[in-house]
């Protein structure tokens, strides 16, 4: 089972490059909250697949290769469910027995339960999922580096690094250059963590609370990665901080900043689609682009209320050529232009209906 921060966007890529076979995938996304339902034992997820698979099971007929998949795949599912609860808020499992399909992922959040049986793997939810990206929490003081990944609400916190109190503390009186000295140090040993850790997850954004005295010690110090990935410093925050008190202080940081680079994303298509240059818009230009290997970010706005078939058809496009898929809720120039649309990698211009041999002389 994937569980990982980074597991939602690779599992997106794995399921997006399925072909459809003779039958159906099973995709369900469900909801393992222990309050949602009346029984503590029983999630509102499990209610909701073990109804919908007697509705499709109802629909198929017995022993065609339909139905033993689908038999097949409700008991790996079931497992699935078993192995993650009662830790688990929210999962998400694609099963198809006749193709060897089994992939399941921990979900950061809780979602609402929906079960689909279709030729491919139903991959809307799980790209909105994919589109929170985690940001890195750095929580420092002169000796003490916390860290913390944050997405979609959870918060996990991540080896961070520590030093003897005692090299830094006042009763060293003629050896105050030293205590300096190793501040300095820290803050580069503490840099060299970050940036090992960035390396692992991958983190959309670095977020640094430290108090006054102790920020520019590691400010400065920071990689050149670190350092382009840094969008915001506070000292609202202590080094002790509870895990409750730092979400509700990081939470709303980290809105901001998705909606900040929604926006950009959506304005710098808009601009580059004005230019006839590296952006397209509407269904059918932004297919043509990805499936010719042209798209660099695909960005859909919510509002446009496109036909779901046709988004999840350009989301399996985008994901399987790892090109980023960001969601954006109402941005006036791309509701204008169909509400969906790609930055490009690379333009191709239009090529001629007739080939150059056959093309008529001006």
């Not at 499990?46 to 409700?74: F, N, W, Y």
């Not at 809780?110 to 994919?130: D, F, I, K, Q, T």
Request: hydrophobic share 45%; glycine share 6%; charged share 30%.
């Amino acid at each position: 089972m994937t569980n990982d921060t980074n597991g939602l966007s690779d599992a997106l890529r794995r399921l997006a490059k399925i072909e459809a076979g003779d039958v159906p995938v099973l995709s369900a996304y469900l909801d393992l909250r222990p309050h949602a339902v009346g029984n503590p034992a029983v999630r509102t997820g499990q209610l909701v697949l073990r109804d919908r698979l007697r509705e499709i099971e109802r629909k198929l007929k017995e022993h065609t290769p339909e139905h033993r998949s689908l038999q097949a795949d409700a008991e790996w599912v079931e497992a699935r469910i078993e192995e993650a609860l009662p830790e688990v808020q929210g999962l998400a499992a694609f099963a198809c027995s006749a193709q060897e399909l089994y992939e399941a992922v921990e979900l950061p959040v809780a979602v609402e339960s929906e079960v689909a049986h279709a030729p491919l793997p139903y991959l809307l939810p799980l790209a909105r999922l994919a589109d929170q990206r985690p940001a890195l929490l750095a929580l420092y003081a002169s000796n003490t580096l916390r860290l913390f990944l944050v997405q979609a609400g959870n918060l996990k916190e991540l080896p961070g690094h520590d030093a003897p109190a005692e090299e830094f503390g006042d009763h060293l009186g003629v050896l105050e250059n030293r205590v300096g000295e190793r501040k300095t140090e820290f803050g580069r040993e503490a840099s060299d963590v970050i940036e090992r850790t960035i390396a692992r997850h991958s983190p959309a954004w670095l977020i640094l609370w430290a108090d006054e005295v102790s920020l520019p010690y590691l400010r400065d110090k920071l990689s050149k990665r670190a350092a382009g990935l840094l969008r915001e410093t506070s000292m609202s925050l202590v080094i002790r901080a509870s895990y409750d008190e730092i979400l509700a202080e990081v939470t709303p940081v980290i809105e901001r900043l998705r909606r900040e680079d929604a926006q950009s994303s959506a304005d710098d298509l808009v601009g580059e689609v004005a230019e006839r240059d590296l952006g397209v818009a509407g269904v059918e230009e932004t297919r043509r682009a990805l499936e010719f290997g042209q798209g660099l970010e695909l960005v859909i706005d919510e509002r446009a209320q496109l036909p779901e078939e046709e988004l999840a058809s350009l989301v399996r496009l985008a994901a399987s050529t790892d090109v980023r898929i960001r969601f954006i809720d109402g941005h006036e120039g791309l509701l204008s232009l169909g509400g969906v649309g790609a930055l490009l990698r690379f333009r191709i211009d239009e090529q001629p209906l007739t080939s150059p041999d056959t093309a008529v002389p001006a």
